[in-house]
């Protein structure tokens, strides 16, 4: 809407067609034309901007050119309190991630404040934010726990601590960099942005992890090979966080993209594990070597991204699934109870190494 001084008709049945923004608190723009005409949002002292009332919108559009700068509360205090959830037409195009969510997402909320108090609310991203929050508080407890053991319950104290510490490291900063991320996504897409880079490279860091302690146990009578592999996973995970420092990455359009690259750096896995059955046999590998379970958690940790990359269930249920089960909540869960099942595998090596006090056979050959 410019500055003309022509004077407004009057007509409650002439439609709405300006664009109409709420206080810089909230800097958010939406086109009421699009929006159902008894859709409000707050303003200022709990006032609320209706379509069938002009003038209120004629006083927002002032307060969007600094006219009543005086009279705004401070930024991030009511926004907290006032902010309601949009459909996904009106979002700006930095927020807009998955179309088949239609409804209940959070606004642009330029305050920190803000961001953190909507965790309390119902929307599209609640439960990404508390599956990873109460995942990240439950590894922690459990990571201590672990490495707070006496030494006496280690064949190789230092060695062992450090690699399952690896293990416990990778899992918080993946649960806790995501958990801040869709926390702050709807807070500025340069926040969104930088943000996002540490999440995809969290599920770096646990990919690599993950893959400390098993190759550390699997080949622990064979140090050629168990350095080979180390150093391979980490030059693939140090690649992956590379690629994930790309703005493009973050984009919807390469949803595929970023799926393709940590399925990628997880099946890295295949050829130590295909050594290790060479070297061991099946039958013992899954049995004394609890490859089972590592199996398992593949299998967890593969179907939840490829639901996420194909957008299941959401994609046959549109708008059925915003608040609940959709794809990117299934994959944070599925997150969560395959680092659970790593866990189980690893600790029954540890015990079966602890059992061996860490001997090898005669013949050099690889135990557990």
């Known amino acids: 809407m410019s500055g003309s001084n022509e004077p407004r008709q009057n007509n409650a049945d002439r439609p709405i067609s300006e664009d109409v923004c709420v206080p810089r608190d909230v800097e958010l723009c939406v086109d009421l034309s699009e929006m159902d005409a008894h859709l409000q949002l707050d303003v200022e002292e709990g006032r609320q901007i209706s379509a069938e009332d002009p003038a209120t919108s004629t006083h927002a559009e002032q307060n969007l050119h600094g006219e009543m700068e005086e009279d705004s509360p401070p930024r991030g205090t009511s926004l907290a309190r006032r902010w309601r959830v949009l459909p996904f037409h009106v979002l700006p195009d930095w927020l807009k991630d998955n179309d088949y969510l ?16 909507s965790t309390f609310r119902i929307h599209t991203e609640t439960v990404n ?15 201590a726990l672990t490495l707070l053991r006496p030494n006496s319950s280690f064949a190789a104290p230092l060695q062992e ?29 340069g926040v969104a942005r930088a943000f996002a880079k540490l999440d995809y490279s969290g599920i770096a860091l646990l990919t690599v992890g993950s893959f400390v302690p098993l190759l550390y146990y699997c080949f622990h009578c064979a140090a050629r090979p168990r350095v080979v592999y180390m150093a391979l996973v980490g030059v693939l995970g140090a690649a992956a966080i590379a690629v994930s420092q790309c703005d493009r990455f973050s984009t919807p359009r390469h949803r595929l993209t970023r799926a393709a690259v940590f399925a990628g750096l997880g099946l890295s896995g295949v050829a130590p594990t295909v050594h290790y059955v060479l070297r061991e046999g099946l039958v013992d590998v899954v049995t ?13 940790y593969m179907g939840g991204a490829a639901l996420y990359a194909a957008r299941i269930p959401e994609r046959f249920l549109r708008g059925k699934c915003d608040i609940w089960f959709h794809s990117h909540q299934i994959f944070h869960l599925l997150v969560v109870a395959a680092a659970c099942v790593h866990f189980y595998g690893v600790s029954n090596l540890q015990e079966f190494h602890y059992g061996l006090r860490g001997v090898c056979a005669a013949n050099n050959t690889a135990t557990p």
């Not at 690896?166 to 993946?174: D, I, K, N, Q, R």
């Open 129 to 143: 934010i508390w599956s990873h929050l109460l995942g990240l508080i439950f590894f922690a407890w459990l990571g």
């Open 288 to 300: 004394l070597g609890q490859m089972g379970w590592f199996y398992a958690m593949g299998a967890v």
């Open 102 to 117: 239609l409804h209940g997402h959070r606004p642009p909320m330029p305050s920190f404040r803000a961001c953190f108090r």
């Open 161 to 189: 601590k450090l690699v399952l510490g690896a293990f416990f490291l990778g899992v918080l900063l993946c649960l806790g960099f995501s958990w801040v991320f869709h926390t702050v996504n709807c807070h500025s897409e």
